[in-house]
């Protein structure tokens, strides 16, 4: 009798059968791969211990040395304000804080440019002012209104017989002449003269009293 063959209680998976044993050779190729990549990829992720050698001749200096000169050869800004004094604090600075000539030029346009801003600051000003005054002037009580210009004129009499010409510029570029408490000094001092002289063409002074310039300033002193 012949021997019953049994069945084997393993069977053959679908992909076992459609390609063998190569399959899982490949399958375990393939995880061999992946694993030692893993492992290569782990590698490289590792920070170098070892640090590549650094050229010395490629390194630069960090801050290159000023060069200082021995005498600074300043350039002024046009219509510049600045003082030979100024110049000399400013070089002796400079020297002292190792500027370069570059950087003691800027230092000296900055400072032009503060003291020239200052000027015209303190001009604008003073511009102010004797638009002030001259409005008070013409509407002060005493000489100001319609009698204004007439009063005025006998103002700038008194001045042009009393005043030197160095006074009268004073009072042009400081703007005083429109000052009110300056014209009504003049104002009066101009009254003061028509009253006391009378001029008649063709003859003296008539009613004219000898009174000096120092009496019609200051009145009459003891004698």
């Given at each position: 009798?012949?021997?019953?063959v049994k069945p084997t209680t393993e069977q ?57 000169p021995e005498k600074y050869d300043f350039k ?148």
């Amino acid at each position: 009798m012949s021997e019953e063959v049994k069945p084997t209680t393993e069977q053959a998976s679908p992909e076992s059968v459609l390609y063998g044993e190569e399959k899982k050779s490949d399958q375990k190729q393939v995880s061999s791969e992946g694993e030692t990549s893993k492992k290569e990829d782990g590698k490289a992720a590792e920070p170098s211990k070892e640090e590549a050698p650094k050229d010395k001749g490629d390194a630069k200096p960090t801050e290159e040395k000023k060069a200082v000169p021995e005498k600074y050869d300043f350039k002024l800004p046009e219509g510049s304000l600045l003082t030979s004094k100024h110049l000399e604090d400013l070089a002796a600075l400079a020297k002292e804080r190792g500027l370069s000539q570059e950087e003691a030029q800027k230092l000296l346009e900055r400072d032009s440019g503060v003291v020239k801003s200052f000027q015209d600051s303190q001009l604008k000003l003073v511009e102010e002012h004797k638009q002030k005054w001259l409005e008070a002037s013409q509407s002060d009580k005493e000489f100001g209104g319609e009698a204004f210009k007439a009063n005025a004129e006998i103002a700038q009499r008194a001045i042009a017989k009393f005043g030197s010409e160095a006074f009268k510029q004073e009072l042009e570029r400081s703007g005083l002449g429109n000052h009110p408490e300056l014209v009504r000094t003049f104002v009066r001092i101009g009254k003061a003269m028509s009253e006391d002289s009378l001029v008649v063409p063709k003859t003296q002074i008539v009613g004219a009293s000898k009174k000096s310039a120092e009496e019609i300033f200051y009145g009459e002193t003891s004698k």
